[in-house]
């Protein structure tokens, strides 16, 4: 099976991008516990300028049978958004939220169309349980 995991490329005002390129260690841990599969990794904070693009070029390539999307409250928007650009490529592609909004805020969204694009919720640590 072929996972594609991202992160969102929206980042705190206190960690600016241009100032400093921190790579999201969630999700490298959880490539790093995935056995089995062919994983792919995409730091969508390194292509801010041209997320939409970038995601069509990912999902060309790799062609992912699941995409793990990894969100805090304030990316959620913006995942939203690559899922349903995912979707509209492919909507037979399983796309998995993770991070703290789907850990926290999972039965608020759960019970609105802002679950729409969303396949599978991962709470907690994805680490443990995407594999």
């Known amino acids: 099976m072929n996972i594609l995991l991202m992160s969102m490329p929206d ?3 206190h960690f600016n991008a241009r100032r400093w390129k921190p790579p999201n260690l969630a999700v490298s841990s ?3 516990n995935i056995e089995g599969h062919n994983v792919s990794i995409a730091d969508l904070i390194l292509r801010r300028d041209r ?3 970038t995601v069509r070029e990912l999902i060309a390539k790799y062609q992912p049978d699941i995409v793990g999307l990894t969100a805090m409250s304030f990316q959620f928007a913006t995942a939203r958004r690559i899922a349903s650009i995912i979707k509209g490529l492919n909507k037979n ?3 998995v939220l993770g991070g703290y909004h789907a850990t926290v805020m999972y039965d608020e ?3 609105s169309d802002e679950a729409d694009p969303f396949d599978f919720f991962a709470r907690g640590e ?3 349980c995407f594999n």
């Open 11 to 13: 980042c705190a005002p």
């Open 30 to 32: 959880i490539a790093g």
């Open 51 to 53: 997320v939409a693009e």
């Open 93 to 95: 592609i399983k796309i």
């Open 109 to 111: 969204v759960c019970k």
């Open 126 to 128: 994805g680490d443990l």
